[in-house]
């Protein structure tokens, strides 16, 4: 059974960091996609980053290009999502997901990914 626990949201003050984190557990995710969503209260849940646990094909959305950076740890199958310069407008609840197929590629969408964490709060004040 795959398992996903994400954790290290908190409150932060604008321009400031986090480094949330995504325990994976269940199985090898050699290749499969990693990806991070976020869900702010009365909108739909977005993408925010993906990578492949090789490394390669990552992608950021536009709005968090430059700011954010996602990495993984094979080791500790662990993939973090390092939060620089912090908006307002970063505040949701942080999800991350994994992609159980092989295929390469960009997923910018939910129904793209088969399994879920149950998400940590970020809220950036100003």
């Known amino acids: 059974q795959v398992q996903l626990v994400e954790s290290g949201g908190g409150l932060v003050q604008a321009g400031g960091s986090l480094r949330l984190s995504c325990a994976a557990s269940?199985?090898?995710?050699?290749?499969?996609?990693m990806g991070w969503f976020r869900q702010a209260p009365g909108k739909e849940r977005e993408f925010v980053a993906q990578?492949?646990?090789?490394?390669?094909?990552?992608y950021y959305a536009d709005s968090v290009k430059g700011r954010f950076t996602i990495s993984g740890d094979n080791a500790k199958n662990t993939v973090y999502l390092q939060m620089n310069s912090l908006k307002p407008e970063d505040t949701a609840v942080y999800y991350c997901?994994?992609?159980?197929?092989?295929?390469?590629?960009?997923?910018?969408?939910?129904?793209?990914?088969?399994?879920w964490g149950q998400g940590t709060q970020v809220t950036v004040s100003s």
């Open positions: 990578m492949r646990w090789s490394g390669n094909y990552t």
């Open positions: 269940g199985r090898t995710f050699g290749r499969n996609t």
């Open positions: 997901a994994v992609r159980l197929d092989n295929y390469r590629g960009t997923f910018y969408y939910t129904g793209a990914y088969d399994y």
